[in-house]
């Protein structure tokens, strides 16, 4: 709770991963990658209640080990390849109701801490409930990015009449990182999404930004975690 209002965190973790196969329950540095999330948010001043949405029987099982609460599985339909990632947010709170912030925590990003999480909800509360999501600057300047035509040919990707010359002459640039979502339960089934009509940004440096995708960022990940417990 922060300020009397009650605090919801949700992670969803469903079953048909297609780039790492069970990707939520592989073996990170010694856990289950989605016990990295759990165990993290169970830390959190500010969360009342944290709960995973699943419609995997072996997830929610480990889910459960874990300490995180399960109130109810996942539908099927909500659990698809091309199911919008809101879906099973706006799906939760109907089934868990009287909260007043909502928390996203996604399970593939493991290194992110505590701090991140009460850091982005604060921030959240401090500005009157606007919207606030995770955010890390990006070392891929769009400014230095080009496409390419059928014959190969270069253009830039942002048109501009003076291209800077020296790196250090862009804007810094900021990208989603994926680690922490917050949103007021009013605004969010407003407006459907965490993206909103106004919003802030939580900056976490890159060592505690990376996303799982690939078994590229599963070793990476492996490897900060194992060099974060020495």
Known sequence: MIH?????????????????????????????????????AKKSTYIDRLILTSEDKEIINVAKEYGCEVPFVRPKELAQDDTPGVAPILHAIQEVPGFDYIVLLQPTSPLRLVKDIDGAIEKCEKHHGIACVSV??????????????????????????????????????YQLNGAV????????????????????????????????????????CEMLLKDREK
């Open 4 to 40: 009397d209002k009650k605090v919801l965190a949700v992670i969803p973790a469903r079953g048909g991963s297609k780039g790492i196969p069970r990707k939520n329950i592989k073996s990170l540095a010694g856990k289950p990658l989605i016990a990295w999330t759990i165990e993290e």
């Open 136 to 173: 890390c600057k990006t070392d891929k300047n769009p400014y230095w990015m080009y496409q390419l035509d059928s014959k190969d040919f270069m253009s830039p990707f942002i048109n501009m009449d003076h291209f800077p010359v020296r790196r250090q002459d862009t804007p810094a640039i």
């Open 181 to 220: 979502y917050v949103s007021t339960v009013k605004e969010l089934i407003k407006q459907r999404t965490f993206l909103q009509d106004k919003m802030l940004a939580y900056q976490m440096p890159s060592e505690r930004s990376v996303d799982i995708d690939t078994i590229l960022d599963f070793k990476i």
